[in-house]
């Protein structure tokens, strides 16, 4: 077995271990390339099918290509597709840089409120209709248990200390030091009424393995991801006002690889696009600890 | 770019050692000396040292949380990547303070080898052992130690000297042959990417070299085959009607057309083909590599059972296992509660039947005890409720580990060393036969329950003489088939002349275990034809109960106890108290089967 196929192994065992164990199960695609990988390991999982619906969270300020993309693929693949979002927040234009937030208000509200609310059903879940192909709001309002999320240890330091099967309680609030053991292919798989679990496939995974993945298995992603001829690409996908496009021409899989492989980018790190991390050392610790993926 | 085209091997490697030891400060000085770190991390750690007045440390590279860094110790595993020419490492920070036991099994349970790190100045503490004994617990054979601080005892030889000779000889009582020793000093660089000046002394590897030297785990593909069922799949969207038996392969090669035994079922079938999305047909799957496959002659299978190959050495099945444990919860461990037990993707109830030592793993003092403590390592003996299907220890470690669940919580973690006698075995030997050769009917038990509407059942009705159980039963069946079930009520009688007139001797009680056995084996068959059948008893016992569902699928038994008092020491599913008229109590039984899913419930 090569590097990828034992990461493909592990992740195709962590979704089968969370299918068995959780009734109500959503995963989260966030429509970037991490969790279009973990959408392509449950086909793997199980055999073609993606047995539980996708939640995207759309902040209504997604690079309009990302809600494309995310449609289009719902449709072709037959996806139980929902997205949710804070529509309080947007009327009050709670946001930024246009509203009254700073960026990590908006994350806060757009993103960690929006996902909270949509995970737990007080707030409305808009489902595809695939006779219609127009999106309607959802009657089940069921909160989910288990939530599929495509994190990586290596992106960022708390990242790195999340665990494969990770309890939040009844507020969604992550107890970062005391964290269950997790030991032997065995997970935590119990949880008390009111708590949920976050299920980590993809945390053994590097932003390299994720792009040859993507290459061996010809995974289609979005565009953005590649350069259109201006000389910059995206190299992690997020809010327009938020995210920055980086100097680079590489225009395939094969140029973004070999870029992150040798050239230009071996020494960067992948979010210094994104600048809410910037504010506030540990932003992103903060972030998460209250319910940010 | 010049680079050997033969792909790079993985490998885990974990820091262990004593609080303070210096493990993330050693880990950062590798990194940030190989160059493996992003531009600008050590500068912008380094900054925000500044502007906090703290001195800079490496360990700051690791320690990523905010308490972590205000606190200065390792709360968490942290894993981070690294790379030599050789391979690609995962590379997993560990905390050393006792209180955070967990997260460094946690940590070290991932990796294939281990650095275990000894403060020269402080020498050999209490985690410096504990951590080693968890090591071999675990099973992790490849360790190297890593005197560290040599800085602080001006490169001495000597005191370098006696640390290894004490911690070796600790290290040889638990079987644990060390690599190598290291002098090092994490906060100077020495020994760790590059060779000490300081030390002419020392001849040996570097860190960095000595990583290289671990060997890979073999992937164990000669052992026998075994497979915990993770699931079965029948996804009927868009036409799709395989139905799939999906896991990780734990040991050993399956082939297209081997014929598969299920433990502790004892089912068996053939491997009709190899399932895989966007990958070409294949017929071989190994160790370690995620499978689905389909089999020629359905059977019931499900979650939990280990998939063997027929003719290869058979697991163990019983309700009794012998195991050594750790223990991570912070109530102790007890006689008389109900914990879970998993062993692969089994999950059972299991209670503590008794310790046979405890011992201290930071000084290896053996102690008799009534109770296993939070970081106490124990030998003692599980019951579980039903039978499970696993290896010992000796034989394969994936197929023998556990973790016990205490109220949600995985709080312990053990290796199964013997497989104990139990009541039931006689039972099961036959029952395994039994499944063996069973001739499959070519009509699926989900065509039957879809025919009759209803799902087959047990339902034994049970409590002291004169509760009205036969009354109950008769008219049970009578409402049953009045609704149009398929539906029967079994009197002890028709099977005591019958089917045990060579073993019946009149007015006395002997052969109770093989009456059971019979009535069990009769109840087995009218079961597999679809039916809900009723049989009532006196006084059921809990055992008796137990060795029914050693013959019966235990997730079709329905028991029931009428009469106030439950004068034996079974556990009823449902407990019929009171009842004026016999009617009230079949409608009982009847919601409960309702509710059950057994037959249908109108809205």
Same mark, same amino acid.
């Given at each position: 077995m090569d590097h990828i196929? !034992?990461? =493909?192994?592990?992740?195709?065992?962590? %979704?089968?271990?969370?299918?068995?164990?959780?009734?109500?199960?959503?995963?989260? /695609?966030?429509?970037?390339?991490?969790?279009?990988?973990?959408? /392509?390991?449950?086909?793997k999982a199980f055999f073609g099918h993606v047995p539980f619906p996708l939640v995207h969270i759309d902040t209504n300020y997604k690079i309009p290509e990302m809600i494309e993309y995310r449609d289009k693929l719902a449709k072709k693949w037959k996806l139980d597709m929902i997205y949710g979002q804070n529509e309080e927040a947007l009327e009050n234009k709670q946001t930024f840089p246009e509203g009254n937030a700073t960026r990590i208000e908006c994350c806060r509200l757009l993103k960690t409120t929006a996902l909270r609310n949509t995970l737990n059903g007080r707030g409305k879940r808009y489902r595809l209709n695939h006779d219609t192909g127009e999106y309607q709001v959802d009657r089940n309002r069921e909160p989910y248990t288990g939530v599929i999320v495509g994190v990586r240890a290596d992106e960022e330091g708390?990242?790195?200390?999340?665990?494969?099967?990770?309890? !939040?309680?009844?507020?969604?609030? /992550?107890?970062?030091?005391? +964290?269950?053991?997790?030991?032997?292919?065995? @997970?935590?798989?119990?949880? &008390?009424?009111?708590?949920h679990l976050r299920i980590h496939p993809l945390l053994d995974w590097t932003e390299l393995d994720i792009w040859k993945y993507i290459k061996r298995e010809n995974i289609p992603t979005v565009s953005l991801y590649y350069d259109q001829g201006n000389g910059k690409r995206y190299r992690s996908l997020g809010c327009y006002p938020c995210t920055f496009p980086i100097d680079s021409t590489a225009k395939t899989v094969d140029e973004v690889i070999e870029e992150l492989e040798s050239g230009l980018l071996k020494n960067i790190a992948e979010r210094s696009g994104r600048a809410q991390d910037k504010e506030d050392g540990g932003g992103l610790e903060e972030l998460r600890k209250n319910g940010y993926m | 770019m010049i680079e050997t085209t033969r792909e790079k091997e993985d490998m885990n490697l974990v820091f262990v050692g004593h609080v303070d030891h210096g493990k993330s400060t050693i880990i950062g000085r590798m990194l940030a000396d190989t160059g493996s770190l992003p531009d600008g991390k050590l500068e912008q750690v380094k900054e925000n040292c500044k502007r906090n007045a703290k001195p %800079? =440390? @490496?360990?700051?590279?690791?320690?990523?949380?905010?308490?972590? +860094?205000?606190?200065?110790?390792?709360?968490?595993s942290a894993r981070c990547f690294f790379q030599t020419p050789k391979r690609n490492y995962i590379i997993i920070d560990t905390p050393g303070h006792i209180e955070f036991l967990k997260n460094m099994v946690t940590g070290a349970s991932r990796a294939e080898a281990a650095?275990?790190?000894?403060? &020269?100045?402080?020498? $050999?503490?209490?985690?410096?052992?504990?951590?080693?004994?968890?090591?071999?617990?675990?099973?992790i054979k490849q360790v190297a130690v890593l005197v560290n601080k040599m800085d602080l005892v001006d490169y001495n030889r000597e005191v370098f000297e006696e640390i290894v000779k004490e911690y070796t000889d600790f290290l040889e009582k638990i079987n644990i042959d060390p690599e190598t020793f290291i002098p090092v000093s994490g906060m100077n660089g020495d020994n760790v990417v590059s060779r000490s000046n300081e030390m002419p002394w020392y001849k040996g590897r570097t860190v960095l070299e000595e990583l290289d030297q671990f060997k890979t785990e073999k992937i164990p593909e000669e052992k026998p085959f075994r497979m915990s069922v993770q699931d079965v799949y029948k996804f009927t969207k868009d036409g799709d009607n395989r139905r799939i038996i999906a896991g990780t392969i734990d040991t050993g090669v399956i082939q297209q057309g081997d014929t598969v035994v299920f433990f502790p079922s004892g089912k068996k079938s053939r491997v009709k083909s190899i399932e895989e999305f966007n990958k070409p047909i294949q017929s071989v799957k190994k160790a370690s590599e995620h499978v689905g496959f389909t089999l020629d002659e359905q059977i019931y299978v499900r979650r939990g059972e280990i998939a063997t190959i027929n003719g290869q050495p058979k697991p163990k099945v019983s309700t009794r296992i012998k195991a050594n444990i750790f223990w991570l919860g912070r109530k102790p461990m007890i006689k008389g509660k109900e914990y879970f037990i998993k062993v692969g993707t089994q999950k059972v109830r299991a209670r503590l039947e008794r310790i046979h030592m405890v011992l201290d793993a930071s000084t290896l003092v053996k102690r008799e005890k009534n109770q296993v403590d939070r970081h106490d390592v124990a030998e003692i003996t599980l019951k579980m409720e039903k039978a499970i299907a696993f290896d010992l220890a000796e034989q394969s470690n994936k197929t023998s580990r556990f973790v016990l669940i205490d109220d949600y919580e995985i709080t312990g973690g053990g290796i199964i060393t013997a497989s104990q006698e139990d009541q039931q075995a006689?039972?099961?030997?036959? $029952?395994? $036969?039994?499944? @063996?050769?069973?001739?499959?009917?070519?009509?699926? *038990?989900?065509?039957?329950?879809?025919?009759?509407? +209803?799902?087959?059942?047990?339902?034994?009705?049970?409590?002291?003489?004169?509760?009205?159980? *036969?009354?109950?039963?008769?008219?049970?069946?009578?409402?049953?088939?009045?609704?149009?079930? %398929?539906?029967?009520?079994?009197?002890?009688?028709?099977?005591? @002349?019958?089917?045990?007139?060579?073993?019946?001797? =009149?007015?006395?009680?002997?052969?109770?275990? =093989?009456?059971?056995?019979?009535? &069990?084996?009769? &109840?087995?068959?009218?079961?597999?034809?679809?039916?809900?059948?009723?049989?009532?008893?006196? +006084?059921?016992?809990?055992?008796? $109960?137990?060795t029914i569902k050693a013959i019966v699928d235990e997730e079709l038994i329905e028991t029931v106890w009428v009469g106030s008092d439950i004068s034996t020491d079974i556990k009823p599913d449902l407990h019929i108290t009171e009842f004026n008229e016999i009617r009230e109590a079949t409608q009982i039984i009847k919601s409960r089967l309702q509710e059950k899913g057994v037959i249908f419930k109108p809205f």
């Open positions: 196929e !034992r990461l =493909e192994a592990r992740s195709v065992h962590v %979704f089968r271990e969370a299918y068995a164990n959780f009734k109500n199960m959503c995963m989260l /695609w966030s429509i970037g390339k991490d969790s279009t990988v973990l959408l /392509w390991l449950a086909r708390s990242r790195s200390k999340e665990r494969y099967f990770s309890p !939040r309680d009844t507020e969604n609030l /992550w107890d970062i030091g005391d +964290q269950p053991p997790e030991f032997w292919n065995q @997970y935590k798989t119990d949880f &008390a009424p009111g708590t | %800079f =440390e @490496y360990a700051f590279l690791m320690d990523a949380l905010k308490d972590e +860094q205000s606190q200065g110790i390792t709360i968490d650095v275990l790190v000894i403060d &020269a100045n402080e020498g $050999v503490r209490e985690n410096s052992r504990r951590h080693g004994y968890m090591l071999s617990m675990l099973g006689w039972v099961r030997d036959k $029952v395994l $036969v039994r499944n @063996y050769k069973w001739i499959k009917s070519a009509i699926s *038990k989900d065509r039957r329950a879809e025919k009759y509407s +209803q799902k087959a059942s047990l339902i034994l009705i049970t409590g002291e003489k004169g509760a009205k159980r *036969k009354e109950i039963a008769k008219d049970l069946e009578q409402t049953l088939f009045d609704d149009g079930k %398929f539906v029967y009520y079994l009197g002890i009688g028709n099977i005591l @002349y019958g089917v045990d007139a060579d073993i019946k001797e =009149e007015g006395k009680d002997t052969n109770r275990k =093989e009456h059971l056995r019979r009535m &069990a084996e009769v &109840a087995h068959i009218m079961l597999d034809s679809g039916t809900i059948l009723i049989i009532t008893a006196v +006084q059921l016992l809990e055992a008796d $109960v137990e």
